[in-house]
């Protein structure tokens, strides 16, 4: 077994509150040591020595919502090309939306998914299964069969459940297997035709608008049916300071409630759709400034538990449109550590807390390995300068689809290197 000592780095390891200098040493597919006694008992013999000074060693990134056209639109991304930009972004594991053609929602797709990904993937991938059938809302699907075939949360993707009974028989069952159900809740009536955030601003572009209370509404029956049945629920993507308060008042009652936000939520906000770019064109949409500091406090504050790429690959054809025809949505996984690290560097959210939030805290929401360089582990961990500046250029974009946020973005914090069970699988 070969073994690779990582010398001088600085750890930072929230999983154990760790923020030090000190090495890490991975023999074979494990983490044997992490931190500033990692070397006491010298370099072991044979070891390929890494020498990391003025970089920061974290665990891998666990991207709770990612994605993926594989099957039925592998033009858009594959399992294959997801994991290659996930590995270029830090991230090692990926949970995997269910919309995909046909859906997730049969032990044979979450097998396909599993068997396809330890084919052709260079990270974990981890798919997450319909709650209904064919994401209609209308009939639930075999909870305890997809469990067990390997489906790591229940979820309808970008598809919110109207049906109150449905989600609360969800949440029941759910629990019962101690499955996560994770959500993404607008109202299709209230957000109507709507492509943008309501306000001034759509008003001036002339488009209709999706007020915040279409994401509010849904977003508190679920609260009250997850503490009604105590069932895990977990608000997929929240964007709305109105949002981030009714899921800290469901946490201050005792509800087994957490809550996530893209990374788009955290960094961007409706003036960035400028004149109709359509690569903001994002669900939930781009809202204020002040819903965004909102967000960034609540992530602090741990309100909000876990940052997510919301990955979304559109191709040409479904993004070069009207504003008001074009398809939501736009990749993330190659840019979210990056994009991330600017709260850090404004001083916005502390590393620590931060990292916590990309890896420790979604390998424990949705009880996956990873999330820690704890000794025994396995290698799962990104090597980073945490002050290389690059730009975002469509060029370099490993992903099927170039639909980005961050064209030309000028952003601080590089992945040099990334491990998975102790093999490299992205070096810079």
Request: charged residues 20%.
């Amino acid at each position: 077994m070969s073994i690779t000592v990582f010398q001088r780095a600085r750890i930072v390891d929230p999983s154990r509150g760790i923020d030090e200098t000190g090495s890490v040493i991975v023999d074979g597919k494990k983490i044997v040591a992490a931190g500033a006694s990692a070397l006491n008992q010298g370099t072991p013999e044979g070891a390929q020595v890494i020498d990391c000074a003025g970089k920061a060693i974290i665990p891998g990134l666990v991207d709770g919502r990612v994605f993926i056209g594989e099957p039925g639109g592998e033009h858009r991304e594959t399992i294959a090309s997801a994991s290659i930009a996930a590995a270029a972004g830090g991230v090692t594991s990926i949970v995997m939306m269910p919309d995909t053609d046909p859906v997730i929602d049969n032990v044979a797709l979450v097998e396909f998914v599993l068997r396809t990904a330890k084919e052709t993937a260079s990270v974990s991938i981890f798919p997450a299964a319909a709650i209904t059938k064919g994401l209609d809302g209308r009939e639930m699907t075999e909870f305890g069969l997809l469990r067990e075939a390997g489906a790591v949360a229940f979820t309808d993707g970008r598809h919110t459940i109207s049906n109150a009974l449905m989600m609360r028989r969800a949440l029941t069952y759910a629990r019962d297997f101690g499955a996560v159900i994770a959500h993404e809740t607008q109202d299709a009536d209230l957000a109507s035709s709507g492509v943008m955030n309501e306000g001034l601003y759509a008003s001036w572009l002339g488009l209709s608008g999706i007020p915040r209370e279409a994401e509010t509404i849904p977003l508190e029956r679920d609260l009250a049916l997850a503490r009604l049945t105590r069932g895990n629920y977990h608000a997929a993507k929240i964007s709305t300071a109105m949002a981030a308060g009714a899921v800290a008042r469901a946490k201050a009652d005792g509800a087994n409630v957490t809550a996530g936000v893209s990374i788009n939520s955290l960094s961007l906000n409706e003036n960035d759709v400028g004149e109709y770019r359509t690569f903001f064109r994002l669900t939930p949409p781009l809202r204020t400034e002040e819903d965004r500091v909102a967000m960034i406090e609540a992530l602090r504050d741990g309100g909000v538990d876990i940052i997510v790429s919301s990955h979304d690959p559109q191709d040409v054809d479904t993004k070069r449109l009207p504003f008001a025809d074009a398809a939501a949505g736009a990749i993330g996984l190659e840019t979210l550590l990056a994009v991330a690290l600017r709260l850090h560097h404004n001083d916005d959210v502390p590393l620590l807390r931060l990292i916590e939030a990309l890896s420790t805290a979604p390998a424990k929401l949705f009880g996956l390995p990873g999330g820690t360089l704890r000794p025994g582990a396995a290698a799962d961990l990104a090597v980073v300068d945490l002050n290389e500046p690059w730009v975002v250029r469509e060029a370099d974009i490993r992903s099927r689809s170039k639909n980005t946020c961050f064209e030309g973005a000028r952003l601080q914090g590089k992945v040099l290197q990334t491990m998975v069970a102790g093999r490299t699988v992205f070096s810079a």
